[in-house]
Structure formats: C-alpha cells, structure tokens
C-alpha cells in the first residue's frame, strides 16, 4: 500500500491483543481480527484470513489450515495429513483462498476475496515456499509454489489476486 500513501502499522507494533479467531469462513475471520484492530487501534484496520481448501476433503483444511499443523506449527505434518485423508481419491484439486477485509473504528467493513486454483502434489517439492507451498501447483503450471521465485509466486496468488481487488475498490 506504500504507493498510494497509506502508512502501514502493524497490530504487534501497536501492542494489540490477538483475538480469538473462531469464525467458521475466511471472511468471518478476517472480519474479526481487522475489527478488534480498528476499535482498539481507532484507526483503519486491515486484515486476512487465508488457507488451502482440498475439494475431495470438503475443502478442508479450510479455516482450520494453521491448525492442521498443530502447537509446533509443522507443516510437514500438516501436508501429510492432507495426503493421508486423500488415499485413494482420484480427485487432488485445491485452491489457496483469501479474505482481505478492511475495517473502520465505526465498525463499518468491506471485503474483498481472491483465489488461486490448483493441485495438490505429493511428495513435497521445492523450498521457497512456507506452509502447504511445496504440495501445492497452480493451474497452468507445473511446478509448486515453493518452487517459484517469490515474485512469480505474489504475483498470482490468492493473497495477491485479493489486494488487487482492494486497491481497484479503494485506490483507483
């Protein structure tokens, strides 16, 4: 947001207390963190949710993507359960999802989503990535994320595809 002016702050920075994140939607959880920033903080509030949803588990891990990888957050645990609940599924479709809402101290929002549709891979592959990146090749690709160069990566991503949405919205 830097080139349209926008002074960035970080929750840590202000000293924000987390709050629980028990929403059941990435928009319901986005919604609630930039909301408990925007009233404490009194200022304008952005935030995401954002996780991998594998269509043959109902798109699970969904919501719960973080969680997946337990306390220790272990994402080769957490690829691992996701290959292990997909034995014997023909179907490995997947995609990145994110909501990105914008809060106001008045409680006023808007949100705005993106999507990156995929696969999923096994055995991982690739080490520029973080979480389900290595198990994860978006359409038209052949490789995963965690084997594209970060920028190729931002470029197209869920997150990405969400933030252009919100400057178009916002920015134009």
Excluded at 55 to 80: C, I, T
Excluded at 90 to 113: I, K, M, N, V
Excluded at 125 to 134: E, I, L, Q
Aim: glycine share 10%; net charge negative.
């Amino acid at each position: 947001l830097a080139p349209f002016g926008a002074e960035v702050i970080s929750a840590g920075e202000l000293g924000l207390p987390e709050p629980v994140e028990d929403g059941d939607t990435f928009e319901a959880n986005a919604k609630i963190k930039a909301l408990a920033s925007a009233k404490a903080a009194e200022l304008p509030a952005l935030a995401d949710d954002s996780g991998l949803c594998v269509h043959a588990l109902n798109d699970e891990p969904g919501v719960y993507s973080a969680r997946w990888a337990g306390p220790g957050k272990d994402f080769d645990l957490a690829m691992q359960k996701v290959e292990d609940a997909l034995d014997g599924k023909g179907d490995r479709s997947a995609h990145f999802a994110c909501a990105l809402t914008l809060a106001w101290p008045d409680g006023h929002t808007e949100t705005f989503e993106g999507q990156v549709h995929g696969a999923m891979t096994w055995p991982p592959r690739g080490d520029k990535g973080f979480g389900y990146d290595p198990t994860f090749v978006p359409e038209g690709f052949a490789t995963t994320f965690a084997e594209m160069e970060p920028q190729a990566k931002h470029a197209m991503s869920h997150r990405a595809r969400a933030f252009k949405k919100l400057v178009a919205a916002c920015f134009a």
